[in-house]
């Protein structure tokens, strides 16, 4: 009897069980009504969700002004620079958590780039205001500052230098790309010495229209500089001893820096088209460096070998200033001149 | 038989708990950008460029997101739907957007195409020598016929501040009113200027002040007409005005602006 009490009839079990698949089943069409108008961006492998929420912070405690770049740490954590003096670094971690913040020194705040130098990582904050490039450690100490290089290249006056961004060769070359200054690239020794300068203001294919970005691309086993030409739509590639070499072509995309994840180079391109505001998107390379997704922006599309021009076609980004890349290929995106908004999270689908 | 009766009242509560859990997972909003809150952009206008002899084929689009193309015509209220390219044979503005289902509609953009005056001009000249850095192929670039390059590396001339003064020569005929090309692309610091003044030796003849110059505004070209009193000449001279300093919105406000001009155009 007592066993009895416990059972339930096929038919009450039936028509319970009825009712949890039907909740089940609502809850599968509520789930894909729901699914199928998450906006998903991005072509071929390349394509994401975007979380909008990610990182956001109480802007009285942690304000931001321009969102100029972000790396990502062996620790899993994510820093982005801010010209915003209150805190000039903000450090998440993965799910967007505010794990520390300093900073007030940096006012011009622009380029940052991380470097592993035996076992622990550094920070390279170019600032435009300062005319300086301030190497850290993760916390905040100073530990070189390489100021103003005025016999360098003929330089009369700080305001002819506004460095924008660092790349670190392997043997610890400091390369700096004064983007928003004279155009030239700087080549220090890892102890500060200025060893060479080439690029400059120009026309020529060995020369450049904001200099903006700067990165050390070794995906074919050889280190080789790849900096970006803003203005002229370009990358351009260089050896180390900063002699030209080729450029890559990426009409209407007015794109940052580059950032190299395994085989795949992320820019940030901070502006389309003409140039306009607000129509910034993510401009993504394969190994051939051919562009194979543009997350807010149309799809690649080579026509005879070239690139067709690239413009946006979704309003989610205003201006993408630099993006970082998680170990699970997710992607934070930091925008300059953005309404002191926090980076937007693209997770891949 | 009571204790039968708990058990599946306990079993309908169970079962009703597990829906409702259910249920409030599957309503739950997603995390996710959704596709209702993002506007289309507006779609891409494209010619060879903006100054033509005779007609101009005006291509719009393509777009993505199974959006929708329409355009209209300056004085014209009724959009279109845009399937072919459209053959231009006149100088006129053209408004195209772009509308989806699934996304919200794009804003107005806007193209000014500029038809160009039949008769070519003899020579320019100016005292004031453009910035080193861009002074293209010299002045004479304000006469050729040709727009300048979208990233003002060519084609463009550059003035930081002040004021600028072009004479220009042509065969002498009845004109009634100039056209100065130039650039705004305020986030480079480039303004419109504030204000345009057309002398024949030294009557003022036409004059335009542009009100908005020191307001924000979208990058892109800006065609400044100025109307003439109508007259017989041969030799114009053309003053271009530029801001006092840049405004203060502006990151860099209180510096010298500057004036990007491409092409004086006389009719």
Known sequence: MMNHNYYISRRSFLRHASILTASMTMRSVSLRMFAEKDVIIGHGAYRYKVDMNWGLLDSSKFPVKDCHEMVYTKAGNIILLTNDIRNNI???????????SWGKTYPGGHGLTLMDE?????????????HEVIKTDLDGKEVLILPFPRAAANYTKPEEYLPTETAIASNGDIYVADGYGSQYIIKYNQYGRIEKVFGGRGEQEDQ???AHGIAIDSRNGKERLLITARQQNKLKYFAMDGTYESSIHLDGAYICRPVIKDDTVYLATIWSGNGSSNTGFVSILNKENQLVSAPGGCMPKYTNGKLNPLYQTLQIFKHPHDVCIDEDENMYVCQWNAGNSYPIKLIRV | MIVKKVHRINFIFFSFFCSAILMLV??????????????????QMRVDQPFFDDKISLHIGPTENKAKIEYRLEGNEKWQSYKIPISIDNSTKIFARASSKSFIDSEVKSLQLVKLPKFKMSSVETKRKAHPKYASQGVSELIDRQKGQVDYTEGWLGYSGGEVVFDVDFDPRMVEKVIVSTLRNQDAWIFSPSRVQVFHGKTMVGEKSISNAGQATENGNEFIEIPLQKLKSGRLSIRVELLQ?????????????WVFIDELLIY
Not at chain 1, 90 to 100: F, I, R
């Open chain 1, 208 to 210: 450049f229209f904001n």
């Open chain 1, 90 to 100: 903000l450090m998440y971690n993965k799910d967007g958590t505010l794990v520390k």
């Open chain 2, 245 to 257: 300093e840049i405004p203060s919105w502006h990151i860099a406000s209180g510096q010298k602006p």
């Open chain 2, 26 to 43: 599957g309503c739950q909003r997603s995390i996710y950008l959704q596709t209702k809150s993002i506007q289309l952009s507006p779609p």
């Open chain 1, 118 to 130: 035996g076992g622990e990582e550094f920070l390279y904050i170019t600032d435009t205001v300062r």
